[in-house]
Nanobody, 130 residues
Framework: QVQLVESGGGSVQSGGSLRLSCGNS????????MAWFRQAPGKEREGVAV???????LYIESVQGRFTIGLDNTKKTLYLQMNSLKPEDTAMYYC????????????????????????WGRGTQVTVTS
């Protein structure tokens, strides 16, 4: 059973940094495709970054160059390093996982889609003030 728990959210000023973490009760995440999604108030949840179980990462354009997704050296914690944060990054951030890589269709269109991930955490809030 995969039970994902996020941490590391908080409030930061515009231009600041935060590092989100996601774990599975100490079990390895090395065999999973992992992703971060976010949902701002009044908006639909959107995929932010994904990393395949082979280590290939994909980002949405709005965070490209500012956010980095990866697994730590133990392969037990997924992180999202967020730099140069903007007020529009304010949202609830969710960790997601699946034993299969995203579908060929999603990858070809560079889409990070909820339907490709079966396991979800409960989220951690990120607030960026101007």
């Amino acid at each position: 059973q995969v039970q994902l728990v996020e941490s590391g959210g908080g409030s930061v000023q515009s231009g600041g940094s935060l590092r989100l973490s996601c774990g599975n009760s100490g079990y390895s995440l090395a065999d999973y495709a992992m992703a971060w999604f976010r949902q701002a108030p009044g908006k639909e949840r959107e995929g932010v970054a994904v990393i395949t179980n082979g280590g290939t990462a994909l980002y949405i354009e709005s965070v490209q160059g500012r956010f980095t997704i990866g697994l730590d050296n133990t392969k037990k914690t997924l992180y999202l390093q967020m730099n140069s944060l903007k007020p529009e990054d304010t949202a609830m951030y969710y960790c997601a996982a699946d034993s299969e890589d995203p579908s060929v269709g999603s990858w070809a269109q560079r889409l990070i889609q909820e339907k490709d991930f079966r396991y979800w955490g409960r989220g951690t809030q990120v607030t960026v003030t101007s």
